[in-house]
């Protein structure tokens, strides 16, 4: 079965220190991948992508991503925390030539001052 | 300004009664979708459409119908609620054209409690 795993539910970490979610997933051929953030009460807003080409993209407030094809990992990145980092962020695949998208379950961010 | 809107924001209803939650985009995207988010499950897909009267199931559609008369819209019905589908209900909308980011817009949410 198709899925996407984010193993830690919650991350805490120092502001002014980098920070790595993690996410990975098992789903055939080459899919597309997402970076979702939910802050409280609000809709999910787009961070970044991978669809093609250079491995590590960039995207909003700071953030950046690694594709590792080889062990099918996509995990989300800052090199420097900022306290209104702190978030729910998920990981999101699109398998190639499907239409459905699948979630992880969310990793819940925690910027300590 | 490019927004996917639904209503209602907040729902309780009783357990049978029908209801329907609206989804509508400005974007003129092809892609909608509706996704339940409960804590510890993440957000799962219930629905999705490719286009007008083209729809597919998710990962979880038990329960739930949608219909895609109009680009536009996208609403999710709910024909007897059960309080096991007490969730917070995002729709969200994409465009899938050759060269489009595939990037998803979400509404606010819905939150909905059955009795």
């Known amino acids: 079965a198709q899925s996407v795993a984010q193993p830690e539910d919650q991350v805490n970490v120092a502001e002014g220190n980098p920070l790595t979610v993690k996410c990975t997933y098992s789903?055939?051929?080459?899919?597309?991948l997402f970076w979702y953030v939910q802050y409280p009460n609000r809709g999910l807003q787009f961070l970044l992508k991978?669809?093609?080409?250079?491995?590590l993209v960039k995207g909003s407030y700071g953030f950046e991503a690694e594709f590792n094809k080889s062990q099918t990992s996509f995990h989300l990145k800052k090199p420097s925390a900022l306290v209104s980092d702190s978030a729910l962020y998920f990981c999101?695949?699109?398998?190639?030539?499907?239409?459905?998208?699948?979630f992880g379950k969310g990793t819940r961010l925690h910027i300590l001052p | 300004e490019a927004q996917v809107t639904q209503n209602p924001r907040y729902l309780i209803t009783v357990t049978g009664k029908k209801l329907t939650v609206t989804c509508s985009q400005n974007?003129?995207?092809?892609?909608m979708s509706w996704y339940r988010q409960d804590p510890g499950l993440g957000l799962r897909q219930i629905y999705y459409?490719?286009?007008?009267?083209?729809?597919d199931k998710g990962d979880v559609p038990e329960g739930y119908k949608v219909s895609r008369k109009e680009k536009r819209n996208f609403p999710l019905i709910l024909e007897s609620p059960s309080p096991n589908q007490t969730s917070l209900y995002f729709c969200?909308?994409?465009?899938?054209?050759?060269?489009?980011?595939?990037?998803?817009?979400f509404g606010p949410g819905t939150r909905l409690t059955v009795l």
């Open positions: 969200a909308s994409s465009s899938r054209l050759a060269g489009a980011t595939d990037t998803q817009y």
């Open positions: 789903v055939s051929g080459n899919p597309y």
């Open positions: 991978y669809i093609t080409g250079d491995n």
């Open positions: 999101a695949v699109r398998p190639y030539r499907d239409d459905k998208i699948i």
């Open positions: 974007m003129n995207h092809e892609y």
């Open positions: 459409s490719m286009n007008v009267e083209v729809t």
